[in-house]
């Protein structure tokens, strides 16, 4: 049972580097989200997918950018890293088909921007 | 700007104690009130409510809504070490899914 696979799991980066996060899900769910985890501020909506080669932005979408080419997998790119984007980021699925709202997660992945 | 907001934001409590954690929301398109409880990693789904009035029960954990007042509560009676972790509010929205989340509560349980 796979569930949703981010990774990599840890990565640090310099200012101004790129970096691509993957996110798979083996659960054919439609929906993918990234979102980001910061201490006291809960986890906030990057971008979102409702389907293969569709994105949307979420709350904080500055500063990144998505792709769904395969139903699949979502990936998050960050095409110049600022300290600001220091965070655990987590991927997440769920189907419209199995309970509205029910989100399931990848165990994360940490990003240091020095 | 949709809006959710729990209290407190840490508690510190001794096994056996009862805790209530609170969330009030302000969000459009709203859909449903959900409960997640995160440890180390990654959150796991705990409650989904969508009428109020309607209480959830999962062993010694419990929630309700009130969809007029646009809050809700999970109760945990007899707390036991094992319930430390940070408790994720969030509400579900009719466009696609789209769940926002609270700051969280952090609840410790020491023996």
């Known amino acids: 049972n796979a569930g949703v696979t981010q990774t990599p799991k840890f990565r640090v980066l310099k200012t101004g580097q790129s970096m691509t996060l993957l996110c798979a899900q083996d659960m054919n769910h439609e929906y993918m989200y990234w979102y980001r985890q910061d201490p006291g501020m809960g986890l906030r909506l990057i971008h979102y997918s409702v389907g293969e080669g569709t994105t949307a932005k979420g709350e904080v979408p500055d500063g990144y950018n998505v792709s769904r080419l395969k139903k699949q997998n979502f990936l998050l790119g960050l095409e110049s890293a600022a300290p600001s984007q220091t965070s655990v980021y987590f991927c997440a699925s769920s189907s419209p088909r199995v309970r509205v709202g029910e989100l399931f997660f990848g165990e994360g992945s940490r990003l240091t921007v020095l | 700007e949709d809006k959710v907001v729990q209290s407190p934001l840490s508690l510190v409590v001794h096994e056996g104690d009862t805790v209530t954690l609170n969330c009030s929301y302000e969000?459009?398109?709203?859909?449903?009130l959900l409960w997640y409880k995160q440890e180390k990693k990654a959150p796991t789904f705990l409650f989904m409510l969508?009428?109020?009035?309607i209480e959830k029960k999962s062993g010694r954990l419990s929630s309700i809504l009130d969809k007029k007042e646009l809050f809700s509560i999970l109760n945990i009676t007899a707390t036991q070490t094992g319930d430390s972790a940070v408790y994720l509010c969030a509400v579900g929205k009719t466009s696609y899914d789209k769940v926002i989340f609270g700051p969280g509560t952090s609840l410790s349980v020491i023996p």
């Open positions: 969508t009428s109020s009035g």
């Open positions: 969000v459009t398109n709203f859909r449903s």
